[in-house]
């Protein structure tokens, strides 16, 4: 059987840019791709807190250091300048594979600094 698991998200980043004329994509910092775990041309889901819009796009390099998320292309009319979104990618796991996985889980500030790094999400208190 396989699994669909969440592999990694950048939680709470603020949207720096909205490109509308840009080609589809979302570009990020290439500091922050490479501590989520996240390929340039990898399928992303996007999930707008501000508006409440969700949507599948691709991952784009930006400059490294930059704290670069922009929502290009179609996507842009989902997500605006100063929008806080929750960006994830996912993996298809076999049954061994899922006992043993643990997800890249990236907090973010307004700024798109990390403020911390976890792999598991904490119970939900009732």
């Known amino acids: 059987m396989q699994l669909t698991l969440l592999k ?3 939680h ?5 840019h909205s490109e509308l004329e840009y080609e589809g994509s979302c570009a990020i910092d290439s500091q922050l791709l490479e501590v989520a775990g996240i390929h340039e041309y990898e399928q992303i889901q996007i999930y707008n807190v501000t508006n409440g819009e969700r949507f599948t796009t691709y991952a784009i390099r930006a400059e490294a250091g930059s704290q670069v998320i922009s929502v290009n292309g179609a996507a ?10 929750i960006i994830c990618a996912y993996a ?3 049954q061994e594979e ?4 643990k997800p890249t889980l990236v907090y973010l500030d307004e700024n798109n600094h990390i403020i911390n790094t976890r792999q598991a999400i904490p119970v939900q208190a009732a």
């Open 76 to 85: 842009a009319h989902k997500a605006s300048p100063g929008d806080r979104i």
């Open 8 to 10: 990694t998200k950048l």
């Open 98 to 101: 899922v006992t043993k996985f």
């Open 92 to 94: 298809t796991l076999d």
């Open 12 to 16: 709470r980043a603020c949207v720096t």
